[in-house]
T-cell receptor, first 113, second 111 residues
Framework: ETGVTQTPRHLVMGMTNKKSLKCEQH?????MYWYKQSAKKPLELMFV???????ENNSVPSRFSPECPNSSHLFLHLHTLQPEDSALYLC????????????FGPGTRLTVL | RKEVEQDPGPFNVPEGATVAFNCTYS??????FFWYRQDCRKEPKLLMS???SGNEDGRFTAQLNRASQYISLLIRDSKLSDSATYLC????????????FGTGTRLLVSP
């Protein structure tokens, strides 16, 4: 299935590196989301975009910086991360804003050394 | 108290068994309810929505008890391919209907 794609699938970075995660949805949806999934913890919503405008920032540290150039693309820029930021980062999209079925991408498994 | 609570399992069952998962949620104002399935090292995928009247999709039956703030998922005639983590999801109105996920219940179906 290629409805929501994410790159890279795996990323290892040092605490001083800068990297970006990319998400693209081919479903014509209007809303896009970033989630973090850590071991033994539930999915945590990080950011929400509706028609490429950011509508939610769930108290995410500024070392995570989202960008949504259009309603099909979403980026998560990473800089000076901490080892505890290691997790699976999932992108999702939904036809409309909130409450609808969300379609997830395969995720980027991030390891911060 | 967690917003959505699930028994993490794992539930180990033989093929053909019937297994039930439960979930409780804390926000009485939640409006929508779902079960998602997540395979190992894969993304979550919607399994089914949960309605007040209860709903069935093949071998899967979901029930909602609003008074007790309790959701259940019943799987009949378990298949090996049902092995996965089942995530209970409810909505929370924070200005939009945010999805709140449980930590999931792991199911292992063995031959």
């Amino acid at each position: 299935e290629t409805g929501v794609t994410q790159t890279p699938r795996h990323l290892v970075m040092g605490m001083t590196n800068k990297k970006s995660l990319k998400c693209e949805q081919h479903l014509g949806h209007n809303a896009m989301y970033w989630y973090k999934q850590s071991a033994k913890k539930p999915l945590e919503l990080m950011f929400v975009y509706n028609f490429k405008e950011q509508t939610e920032n769930n108290s995410v540290p500024s070392r995570f910086s989202p960008e949504c150039p259009n309603s099909s693309h979403l980026f998560l820029h990473l800089h000076t991360l901490q080892p505890e930021d290691s997790a699976l980062y999932l992108c999702a999209s939904s036809p409309t804003y909130g409450g609808d079925t969300q379609y997830f991408g395969p995720g980027t498994r991030l390891t911060v050394l | 108290r967690k917003e959505v609570e699930q028994d993490p399992g794992p539930f180990n069952v033989p093929e053909g068994a019937t297994v039930a998962f439960n979930c409780t949620y804390s926000n009485s104002a939640s409006q929508s309810f779902f079960w998602y399935r997540q395979d190992c090292r894969k993304e979550p995928k919607l399994l089914m929505s949960v309605y007040s009247s209860g709903n069935e999709d093949g071998r899967f039956t979901a029930q909602l008890n609003r008074a007790s703030q309790y959701i259940s998922l019943l799987i009949r005639d378990s298949k090996l391919s049902d092995s996965a983590t089942y995530l209970c999801v409810v909505t929370k109105n924070t200005g939009f209907q945010k999805l709140v996920f449980g930590t999931g219940t792991r199911l292992l179906v063995s031959p």
